[in-house]
């Protein structure tokens, strides 16, 4: 579930200023304020969750979670991705 939630942690935000930009002039500047507190605020939230996911430890003891292909030639694959073993206390 927590890989999940990581690609959401960047696309909230991320939609909250696209969604400005889109509708410059259209909406008032309590409206601007609004949306773009509500995309920061629903990131901070989800990096909330995450935390205490990934620090209770996740199931089977590794999350692994690739967000998306980086690089890839023949040989050499990169990929921007995210690894957790455990928690940092175990």
Same mark, same amino acid.
């Given at each position: 579930?927590?890989? #999940?939630?990581? %690609? !959401? !942690?960047? !696309? &909230? %935000?991320?939609?909250? *200023? #696209?969604?400005? $930009?889109?509708?410059?002039? +259209?909406?008032? *500047?309590?409206?601007v304020g609004w949306v773009a507190c509500g995309g920061v605020?629903? =990131?901070? &939230? /989800? @990096? /909330? ?5 990934? #620090? @209770?430890?996740? %199931?089977?003891?590794? !999350? +692994? *979670? @690739?967000?998306?292909?980086?690089? +890839?030639? %023949? =040989? $050499? ?6 690894c957790w073993t455990g928690s940092p206390w175990s």
């Amino acid at each position: 579930m927590a890989a #999940l939630f990581l %690609p !959401l !942690l960047v !696309l &909230c %935000p991320l939609a909250a *200023a #696209l969604v400005v $930009f889109v509708s410059a002039g +259209h909406l008032s *500047a309590r409206g601007v304020g609004w949306v773009a507190c509500g995309g920061v605020g629903l =990131g901070a &939230c /989800i @990096s /909330i969750m995450l935390a205490a996911m990934l #620090l @209770s430890g996740p %199931p089977g003891g590794i !999350l +692994h *979670a @690739s967000l998306w292909e980086w690089v +890839h030639v %023949p =040989g $050499f694959s990169a990929d921007i991705a995210s690894c957790w073993t455990g928690s940092p206390w175990s």
